[in-house]
């Protein structure tokens, strides 16, 4: 019954969330203002298919619904915004790629899935046995049974159902994927060759920078050919241009004149108060600690003051004013080794008989193994390995007190009551529970005032076109900013608060100018410089680029001409370069010392002979000679090891290649910037 409870509570949500779009969509058929001029804007495109607002919505609360998640920051929300695009993904083309080429789930399979012959994640998930951890079959026909009168229940079932298949078409695929990767007897013996053999050696390079660009004539033939025959290279997303100035709101001296004062008064009740704890709880910058900690585990500048029985601060370090005081101490164990075993809160008498069985001579490790709902050590006789006391909170530590080596204790935990059993209790040491103040050196009302009015005058000057943006943002002596954000991308890098002005900037026309946007503490005002959905980036802005590169290719051709000699050090002569050294070098290695980061060299180091002077090799930084003296071989792989090693490393390659492949051909549109 708990899995059926489960069931119908998170669909019954999953209605709610159907209800409440419903509900929705009347609203906006009636209201234009809203922004949606009375339809169901186009939020993206997906191989053909058009993703319109109301359906991604419904997809994004039933998201967090079934992973029980909120947009509690932007990290959060841009996962489960990431989520419910792949899950769009997979509805308009995996599943119907994989219905033409004939992968699909019958309903004898399913049925053998339901039945427990073929494993099944999302089952399990669902119909787990809170004692066993196992598929448990009986669950299941508890759930049938009364689905069989509760419509909202075969609903749930129905969907579950979906869920299953998707799963098994999804096995399906990556395990036709990896059946057709396959690593021959060539990559097999070159990956044990490169695997067991070591270069030592020595080197020459002439660097690009050595070089004059004056001496190279670049043409613009040269460069529109290098584009033509590099453009994937300049392949982009639809992506908006911004200039945009800041007006931080920094705190002023005056400001931080009167936080001093107001500090150090602070401060004076916090040294004397008799009610220690309900005056740091009252301080909107108080807290309370809820576990206990060693002085070792303090900073040296709190420890010392503490163990002296003083107040720590106020100190005025990295932007906070900090106080700290000694709330209570305790002398408890460093560390404690424990046992433990979960149950559910209305389980008390079956957590009381357990307890006395242990205490009459039954194993901890067999009891938990058998009855703890904690899956993750049940296992392993519900063993917690042995923990700091300062890693418990207050919750647990007051049962703790006096806790002795083989002792039993029952915990109450909110929905679970837990044992433990202490198997290790170390030598005991005073801890503290500390009690502390930190206000952070901020700006005052009357400086953000301040700051705010100068924004508004600007914004007052700039609007109506990018060039009275540029006037008078030189009359205000403020250097603007620029920043492109591409399609798909929900903030400006480095400003991680700046949502609101990604999605204003995909809802804008170039020339447009925003309002004035809150971003972290300060104020930001932008303008739209350029619009550019072109699938290229074009030649005229990738010019800079591409002539630097045209450059660096001809300063090569240049080098190589200089070039002259037969051994290393006559063509160390000709380059008026020093000789290096390098030892060690694998086929494996990304970098070597002095060398750097220069695959190409470090490739063909690798593919060469001893006693064999290079051809020029081209490199990141400059062209490189080279000569491997020793070549040492070591029995650090065999063909099986390596051919254990390669095909899982290309199995994994493949896979992530063809997903990516897949998104591409789809011509995915993720036009979700103005709206989420």
């Known amino acids: 019954m708990a899995s059926l409870n489960t069931l119908r509570t998170k669909f019954g949500i999953a209605l709610s969330v159907i209800i409440a779009f419903a509900l929705l969509a009347f609203i906006l058929s009636l209201k234009t203002e809203m922004g949606f001029s009375g339809h169901d804007p186009l939020v993206g495109v997906i191989d053909g298919e058009k993703i319109n607002y109301s359906e991604y919505y419904e997809q994004y609360e039933t998201f967090k619904k079934q992973n029980n998640v909120q947009e509690s920051d932007e990290r959060t929300s841009a996962a489960i915004a990431q989520g419910v695009w792949g899950n769009l993904i997979a509805k308009y083309v995996m599943q119907p790629g994989l219905e033409d080429l004939g992968l699909t789930v019958t309903d004898k399979e399913t049925m053998a899935m339901i039945a427990g012959q073929y494993p099944s994640q999302i089952l399990l998930n669902y119909f787990r046995n809170p004692e066993t951890g196992a598929y448990d079959m ?48 060539l990559e097999l013996n070159a990956g044990v060759e490169h695997a067991n053999h070591q270069y030592t050696g020595r080197w020459i390079s002439k660097k690009y920078t050595e070089v004059a660009d004056s001496l190279m004539t670049v043409t613009d033939a040269d460069l529109k050919a290098y584009y033509a025959s590099h453009k994937n290279m300049f392949k982009q997303l639809p992506n908006r241009t911004l200039t945009y ?25 916090f040294k004397t108060t008799t009610d220690l704890f309900n005056y740091t709880r009252g301080n909107h910058y108080g807290k309370v600690a809820e576990n206990y900690v060693t002085l070792a585990q303090l900073p040296k500048e709190q420890n010392d003051a503490l163990e002296a029985g003083n107040t720590y601060g106020p100190v005025l370090k990295n932007n906070e004013w900090t106080m700290v005081r000694t709330l209570d101490t305790k002398m408890v164990p460093d560390s404690l080794g424990l046992r433990q075993l979960v149950l559910r809160s209305d389980d008390e008498k079956l957590a009381d008989s357990l307890m006395a069985a242990v205490k009459a001579g039954a194993s901890f490790a067999e009891v938990a193994e058998k009855y703890s709902l ?67 050196v901020v700006a005052s009302d009357a400086t953000r005032s301040v700051v705010l009015n100068e924004a508004g005058n600007f914004a007052a000057k ?82 800079s680029q591409i002539r ?67 051809e020029p090799v081209k490199g990141f930084s400059g062209a490189y000679v080279f000569c491997v003296d020793k070549i040492t071989e070591e029995n650090k792989q065999n063909l099986e090891g390596e051919r254990v090693r390669a095909q899982a490393t290309q199995e994994s390659a493949f896979l992530q290649m063809v997903n990516r492949a897949i998104e591409q051909l789809s011509n995915i549109e993720d036009l979700r910037g103005q709206y989420f």
């Open 245 to 269: 100035v800041v007006f931080e709101v920094n705190p002023t001296e005056d400001d931080m004149a009167n936080l001093e004062n107001k500090v150090m008064g602070v401060a004076e009740e």
């Open 374 to 440: 904690n899956s993750n050590n049940a296992k392993q006789g519900g063993d917690l390995g042995v923990l700091p006391y300062s890693a418990f909170s207050t919750d647990f530590t007051d049962h703790f007190d006096g806790i002795k080596n083989g002792d039993i204790v029952k915990v109450p935990a909110g929905a679970a009551v837990m044992i433990f059993q202490a198997y290790r209790v170390d030598k005991p040491s005073k801890h503290y529970r500390l009690a502390s103040i930190t206000y952070p």
């Open 462 to 543: 700039a609007k109506g076109s990018i060039e009275a943006f540029n006037k008078a943002a030189a009359d205000a002596a403020i250097t603007p900013r620029t920043a492109t954000i591409a399609q798909g991308e929900r903030t400006l890098r480095g400003m991680e608060d700046s949502r609101e002005l990604v999605r204003w900037a995909f809802g804008a026309e170039k020339g447009d100018m925003s309002q004035i946007l809150d971003v972290d503490k300060d104020h930001v005002i932008a303008i739209v410089t350029n619009i550019d959905d072109e699938k290229y980036t074009s030649f005229e802005q990738a010019e």
């Open 548 to 614: 630097n590169m045209v450059i660096r290719d001809k300063k090569f051709d240049y080098i190589v001409k200089e070039l002259s000699g037969n051994t290393i050090d006559e063509k160390a002569a000709s380059w008026k370069s020093e000789v290096g050294t390098f030892e060690n070098a694998t086929y494996a290695s990304y970098y070597l010392p002095n060398l750097g980061f220069e695959p190409r060299v470090i490739g063909a180091i690798a593919s060469s002979k001893e006693g064999v002077v290079s």
């Open 138 to 185: 009986a669950a299941v026909r508890n759930f049938l049974a009364y689905a069989q009168t509760d419509p909202q229940s075969m609903q749930a079932w129905e969907a579950i159902n979906e869920a299953v298949k998707g799963e098994r078409e999804s096995m399906k695929f990556s395990s036709l994927l990896r059946n057709g990767v396959y690593v021959n007897s």
